[in-house]
């Protein structure tokens, strides 16, 4: 049975953001990339005042909704009061509700949260939803439970002034632009176990100098690491890891892609010198954005290998006019081909 229990009636802080993946480009640099577009948080004014204003600990059990289900509950919702000398800049999240254990902290509960500088998270959290702490902008530190097994969608995205965060050992998926946009992230060990690191996971990550990627990774999305110091100082003609290849630093016009790659995720992105490609036989998947706006790119053979075009694969690839299939048709995302000339056969 479902149960929810309201704590509290004070005013709701407004939580809103938009995820929604678009064009857009970075004045940083000349290769445009389709980042996504959200609400960028911007922290509180005269932050170091607050930070020392309410330097008690705050137990916020008394300013959440949760919902029971199960026996356990999920917080879906975090209430504060706005006021010249209350400020919860330092809180705890209770594990437990009248002995129910707290589980799961649920969607969009802290974010936009600026006014927490620290937050401790108890062992009894296995679950962290999707823009948790999006915007959470004045956060420095934080030490995640053993128990989590996902970071989700843009669970820390925005987190401007996170330095400091550990990756459970039981994680296994760290999905799309869960650290985007974590400017001072420096250091990221991923353990072990993770299989897949979603699109603009760590993009413009920028201070991200150290990256440890273990070999149980299988997948890697589009753009990724794209703007961090880590990513640029890979300068290697062919960028592959885990047999993924995530980037092309060649200038040629015929390109031959390794055999052994069986991934290719935004690689080619914005290439404007590529004409051909030759694909290997290993590859199993042409990625979302591989070829994104490629103006150049006239033909391509698809080996008989690859099972799956993702979306925006071709994306806006002006003057490609051929591409052939050696084996039967893969599975073809509706976008895979979008703005391509009319009459191509695909």
């Known amino acids: 049975m479902k149960k929810k229990i309201i704590l509290s009636a004070t005013v709701v802080l407004a939580m809103a953001t938009a995820l929604s993946a678009c064009k857009s480009s970075d004045s940083d640099s000349g290769k445009e990339t ?8 911007q922290p509180i004014e005269e932050a170091s005042d607050l930070r020392t204003a309410s330097p008690e600990v705050y137990d916020i059990l008394e300013f959440i909704t949760t919902e029971t289900l199960d026996g356990e509950a999920t917080i879906t919702e975090y209430s504060y009061e706005r006021g010249e000398d209350r400020y919860r800049n330092k809180i705890i999240v209770p594990s437990g509700l009248n002995g129910v254990p707290i589980t799961a902290i649920g969607d969009d509960v802290f974010n936009g949260a600026v006014e927490i500088f620290d937050i401790t998270i108890p062992e009894t959290i296995k679950s962290i939803g999707t823009g948790a702490f999006y915007g959470c ?22 987190c401007a002034g996170l330095v400091e965060i550990n990756i459970p050992k039981n994680v296994t998926v760290i999905d ?8 001072e992230l420096k250091n990221i060990t991923i353990p072990d176990g993770v299989t897949k690191i979603g699109a603009y996971a760590f993009s413009h990550c920028t201070a991200l100098e150290n990256l440890v990627i273990p070999p149980s990774v299988t997948e890697i999305g589009a753009y990724a690491f794209n703007f961090t110091p880590w990513f640029e100082q890979l300068t290697e003609e ?14 040629e016009a015929n390109v031959v892609v390794p055999e052994g790659v069986v991934a290719i995720s935004s690689a080619f992105s914005d290439n404007a010198a590529i004409k051909t490609v030759t694909l290997p ?7 979302h954005s591989s070829f994104f706006r490629c103006s150049n790119l006239e033909s391509i053979v698809v080996p008989a ?42």
């Open 238 to 251: 062919f960028v592959i890891i885990n047999n993924i290849l995530i980037d092309y630093n060649g200038s």
């Open 34 to 41: 389709p980042f996504p577009t959200v609400e960028v948080v």
């Open 305 to 346: 290998s690859v099972t799956v075009i993702e979306n925006h694969a071709f994306y806006s690839c002006s003057s490609l006019q051929s591409i052939q299939y050696l084996g039967d048709a893969p599975e073809i995302a509706e976008d895979a081909f979008k703005d391509v000339p009319e009459g191509l056969i695909y």
């Open 137 to 158: 902008t004045n956060i420095k530190e934080l030490k995640l439970p053993e128990s989590v097994t996902e970071i989700k969608d843009s669970t820390f995205g925005n």
């Open 281 to 287: 036989k290993s590859l199993t998947k042409i990625g």
């Open 176 to 183: 799309d632009n869960a650290f985007w946009r974590c400017f």
